[in-house]
C-alpha cells in the first residue's frame, strides 16, 4: 500500500517560498506508471489541482495555470520523494496543502495534508 | 479548464432514506480513448479526500455497495440508496479527462437528521 508522508513549515511571511515535501513509501517516485500530484484546499478557492512530476523516460511537469509563473515540482530520486515549491507567496496562498498519486487518472493515495499559513 | 458544477451544495437525509448528488460539466468528459474520466471522492472531517467511484460508475475495492455513480457527457451522479451515519462528509466530483489541468466540484455537505 502507498503511502505518502509530508513535511514542511506551517508558516511561511509573504513574498517568500513556500517549500513542501511528500516522501513516498510502497511505491518511487521514477515508476512511469504513474504522477504525483500536488493540490491545496482553502474555503475561498476550495480543492484546487497545482501541479504534477511524472517520469516517462524523461521527467514531466504538469502547472496549473493560475500558479504556472511561480511553482516548482521536483522530484528526488535518492530520497523517493518530491517537493513544491511556490514563489512569491501572498495570504491568498494561506491553504491545506495536499501530495497525491495519480494512477490511472484516479487520485488514489494521499499525504495528510499541511496547513501553511501566509502571514508575518 | 472545464468547470465542474455540484448541486445541490448541502443536504440532510434521514438514515436509511437515499441520497444524489448531480455534477455538471462544462464540457463533454468523454477522452478519446472511450474513457470517461469522472470520479467521487468523499472528504471526511479532518482527513484528506479519498477515491470512491473513478470512470463514473466503478466502485474503488472497499466502497459499499450502496455508492453508485452514472452519467455520460457532461452529466452524472453519485447515489447512496440508503444514507447511513458514516456517510456524513463532503463529496467531490473531479474530472481528469483534461489531464494537465484537472478540478474539482465545489462540494457537496452531507449529514444526518
Known amino acids: 500500500q502507498v503511502q505518502l508522508q509530508q513535511s514542511g513549515p506551517g508558516l511561511v511571511q509573504p513574498s517568500q517560498t513556500l517549500s513542501l515535501t511528500c516522501a513516498i513509501s510502497?511505491?518511487?517516485?521514477?515508476?512511469?506508471?504513474?504522477?504525483w500530484d500536488w493540490i491545496r484546499q482553502s474555503p475561498s478557492r476550495g480543492l484546487e489541482w497545482l501541479g504534477r512530476t511524472y517520469y516517462r523516460s524523461k521527467w514531466y511537469n504538469d502547472y496549473a495555470v493560475s500558479v504556472k509563473s511561480r511553482i516548482n515540482i521536483n522530484p528526488d530520486t535518492s530520497k523517493n520523494q518530491f517537493s513544491l515549491q511556490l514563489n512569491s507567496v501572498t495570504p491568498e496562498d494561506t491553504a491545506v496543502y495536499y501530495c497525491?498519486?495519480?494512477?490511472?487518472?484516479?487520485?488514489?493515495?494521499w499525504g495528510q495534508g499541511t496547513l501553511v499559513t501566509v502571514s508575518s | 479548464d472545464i468547470v465542474m458544477t455540484q448541486t445541490p451544495l448541502s443536504l440532510s437525509v434521514t438514515p436509511g432514506q437515499p441520497a444524489s448528488i448531480s455534477c455538471k460539466s462544462s464540457?463533454?468528459?468523454?477522452?478519446?480513448?472511450?474513457?470517461?474520466?469522472m470520479s467521487w471522492y468523499l472528504q471526511k472531517p479532518g482527513q484528506p479526500p479519498q477515491l470512491l467511484i473513478y470512470?463514473?460508475?466503478n466502485r474503488l475495492s472497499g466502497v459499499p455497495a450502496r455508492f453508485s455513480g452514472s452519467g455520460s457527457g457532461t452529466d452524472f451522479t453519485l447515489s447512496i440508496s440508503r444514507v447511513e451515519a458514516e456517510d456524513v462528509g463532503v463529496y467531490y466530483c473531479?474530472?481528469?479527462?483534461?489531464?494537465?489541468?484537472?478540478?474539482f466540484g465545489q462540494g457537496t455537505r452531507l449529514e444526518i437528521k
Open positions: 470512470e463514473v460508475s
Open positions: 473531479k474530472q481528469s479527462t483534461q489531464f494537465a489541468s484537472i478540478t
Open positions: 510502497g511505491d518511487t517516485v521514477s515508476n512511469n506508471g504513474v504522477a
Open positions: 464540457q463533454s468528459l468523454l477522452y478519446s480513448d472511450g474513457k470517461t474520466y
Open positions: 497525491a498519486r495519480m494512477s490511472s487518472r484516479r487520485l488514489g493515495s
